[in-house]
């Protein structure tokens, strides 16, 4: 499914710089590390966004995912799907036009998908 079809089955009325800029505001209160954003639109068909971020034990990728799921589905947004919860070494949380990696320090090291997709953080503001 291409991210302009899921962009349509997406519930609410966040745009998906929106919803990125809302994970990342999440992130941060839950203290989360190396918060970044990647805009991936001209990348892949996949999704708009890539969120990455660094939690310190699995606890806390868990609870930080956690976090994500909840205030996303008090604003309206649906959760596609979520991976990599039992190990929670690296969750991802796919939001449709934004996908979300939480990553324990090692994890985020080997994969590097920064340098894998070749990406610059987009600005915050």
């Known amino acids: 499914m291409t991210a302009q ?3 349509k089955e997406q519930p609410g ?3 998906e710089r929106q919803i990125a800029r809302l994970v990342e505001n999440i992130l941060e209160d839950g203290k989360a590390e190396s918060i970044s954003c ?3 639109r001209q990348l892949t068909s996949i ?5 990455m971020a660094t939690g310190n034990s699995r606890i806390h990728t868990r609870a930080l995912a956690d976090a994500i799921v909840e205030k996303m589905k008090e ?3 649906a959760t596609s799907g979520i991976e990599g919860l039992p ?3 690296w969750v991802l949380v796919d939001l449709g036009p934004v996908v979300v990696h939480i990553m324990l320090a090692q994890a985020r090291a080997l994969y590097d998908l ?3 997709w070749n990406l610059q953080p987009v600005s915050k503001a």
């Open 5 to 7: 079809a899921r962009k």
């Open 13 to 15: 009325t966040l745009g």
């Open 38 to 40: 990647m805009d991936v």
């Open 47 to 51: 999704t708009d966004y890539m969120v």
């Open 75 to 77: 604003r309206g947004v």
């Open 87 to 89: 190990a929670a070494e």
């Open 114 to 116: 920064e340098e894998l």
